[in-house]
């Protein structure tokens, strides 16, 4: 690791970083129903890309086709030759009917020495929870463990879908900051699911805003000198969060077809509708 | 010592069980109990059909069930059928049919109720062989699959990403029980072979921190259930393929109520 943070550290910011996965004019059908179309995107290691949108707009099948666990209707998902991945998925848990330990669930898919998974746990800080039952974690704890998990295999790209889903703000604010310094010591692209349409991880290079299609990319603001945001998240908080102000071009019907934007081009404050609570501009595609 | 058919039935019985509990295991944790009662029932079919054929049983039974597996994958990309509707269908169906093409061969009626419930004690020195080469087949595949069967029955996706065949290792999977169930079904029958794979599993489960040792526990606790059942139907003579899984019943709950002292029996939490 130390080797990796030296170099990590250095570049992440730097010119030409290696490729690690790309979709190309991606396109994923369900039942002759188009969930995704036209997606592209590319992520390199050390950089964080973070993907937002409503229910049902496709963010963890975006996810899964770049894994490959389902196939591609048209256009391309792939991770690039070499890239290995750490995933941590959407929903995990395991029935009380199993018993697993955490130390178990390590070594899932591939054998790991007893240093090894003591160290994975003791870099994102569960290190206690070694003989713990995983039946019995919470929610946070889930996250770190699996976290844990995908680290061990030594990846070049962390997959995190929803890695905040079940955590407390405080809990939040600390993950990101963990993710955080993961990416800076190991040169680590993250591609990350987030639940919230408007709250990303401060660190993200880019945000890209999902439905069916990617509405509009960018990377989100600096708020955390804002002493309105201090005060709502607190300082710690708000060190790790951002906001992504959403500036699309178009607007959805209500089954979620773009239609023609009357105010082309007049960037009002939020032309989608997607300011505070009018995410139901979207609700029409599940 | 195989020329004594209780010798032969314990060994037999033994056999099965000890791999029967670690691919119980599995059946438990996947959620498939009524998967494998399915296949087992439609051994009847194969036992029916290898007899009008006049080959030997056990493989008529294989491959019935090893079709019967195939069918139920097949079923279930049907979204409009429920899976467990789908079960239901193939097992009662199958059953149905066997039954049936039974009552075409001549002489195999009287011989319905110990494939149905099981003949331990009538087991041959060929059956034993036929016994030792499933089960040593079935061990070593479940062997080899372990770590990707487990990794698939936790999280599938992770697996898959992780690069961890998932179809292939479930197919083997259902193979594996179709050719336990094979392999069982002259020791506890038709109707009851499900039991041998779940219960002694189930007790397992309670006194298990990880999925290794409740295999093993699981293996242990049926062998102990043939012996327990084969040693109360010479008892008080009942049909040997029940008294084992009463035996093995009654070892679920002697765990139970042992475990129930320690850690009662309150956490159902997930």
């Known amino acids: 690791m130390g080797a990796a943070a030296v170099i990590g550290g250095q570049e992440n910011h730097g010119g030409d970083r290696r490729l690690l996965a790309r979709a190309q004019a991606l396109e994923v059908q369900f039942g002759g129903r188009a969930v995704l179309s036209g997606v592209d995107m590319d992520i390199a290691a050390g950089e964080i890309v973070t993907i937002i949108g409503p229910n049902g707009s496709g963010k963890t099948t975006l996810v899964k086709a770049l894994l490959g666990l389902i196939s591609v209707t048209q256009g391309s998902a792939r991770l690039m030759p070499g890239t290995r991945i750490g995933y941590v998925p959407q929903r995990f848990g395991v029935d009380a009917v199993l018993p697993l330990r955490v130390d178990r669930l390590m070594t899932l898919t591939a054998p790991a020495s007893a240093s090894a998974i003591g160290a994975a746990l003791e870099r994102v800080g569960v290190a206690h929870l070694r003989r713990a039952d995983v039946a019995s974690l919470s929610g946070g704890e889930t996250q770190r463990v699996l976290l844990a998990r995908a680290l061990l295999r030594q990846p070049d790209l962390l997959v995190l879908d929803e890695p905040v889903q079940g955590v407390d703000f405080a809990g939040e604010a600390a993950l990101y900051a963990l993710i955080g310094e993961l990416r800076d010591e190991m040169g680590l692209g993250v591609l990350m699911v987030s639940h919230d349409l408007h709250v990303v991880m401060a660190a993200t290079d880019q945000v890209l805003c999902l439905n069916g299609h990617i509405c509009c990319a960018g990377v989100p603001s600096d708020v955390s000198r804002h002493p309105e945001f201090l005060r709502l998240f607190g300082r710690q908080a708000a060190a790790t969060l951002a906001v992504y102000r959403h500036e699309h071009d178009h607007d959805h019907d209500l089954h979620g077809h773009v239609v023609a934007d009357e105010a082309d081009g007049d960037h009002a404050p939020d032309p989608h509708g997607h300011g505070h609570h009018a995410h139901h501009s979207h609700s029409g595609h599940e | ?270």
């Open chain 2, 1 to 270: 010592m195989l020329d004594d058919f209780l010798f032969r039935a314990l060994l037999g019985g033994v056999m099965v069980a000890l791999v029967a509990g670690p691919l119980g295991c599995f059946v438990v944790w996947r959620r498939m109990a009524y998967f494998g009662d399915t296949m087992a029932h439609s051994a009847l079919l194969g036992v029916s059909l290898g007899l009008l054929l006049s080959i030997q049983p056990v493989i008529g039974v294989a491959l019935v069930v090893v079709i019967a597996a195939f069918a139920l994958f097949w079923l279930e990309r049907f979204r409009w059928l429920a899976s467990d509707t789908a079960l239901g269908m193939l097992a009662h169906g199958s059953l149905a049919v066997g039954l049936v093409v039974a009552s075409t061969v001549p002489g195999l009626r009287i011989d319905l109720m110990s494939y149905l419930f099981g003949d331990i004690l009538a087991i041959g020195r060929q059956d034993l062989i036929w016994i030792a080469a499933g089960v040593a087949i079935t061990m070593l595949a479940l062997g080899l699959i372990w770590r990707d069967l487990l990794a698939a029955t936790v999280q599938a996706d992770l697996a898959k990403a992780e690069g961890v065949p998932v179809g292939r290792v479930r197919l083997i999977f259902a193979l594996l029980v179709a050719l336990l169930i094979a392999a069982a079904m002259k020791i506890v029958g038709i109707l009851l072979v499900t039991a041998l794979l779940i219960i002694p599993a189930a007790a397992a489960r309670r006194v298990s921190g990880s999925p290794e040792v409740m295999a093993l526990v699981a293996a242990l606790l049926g062998a102990i259930s043939v012996g327990g059942g084969l040693g109360l139907s010479l008892w008080i003579d009942s049909p040997s393929g029940p008294s084992i899984v009463l035996a093995a019943i009654i070892l679920f709950v002697l765990v139970l109520a042992g475990t129930g002292l320690v850690a009662g029996g309150t956490d159902r939490r997930r």
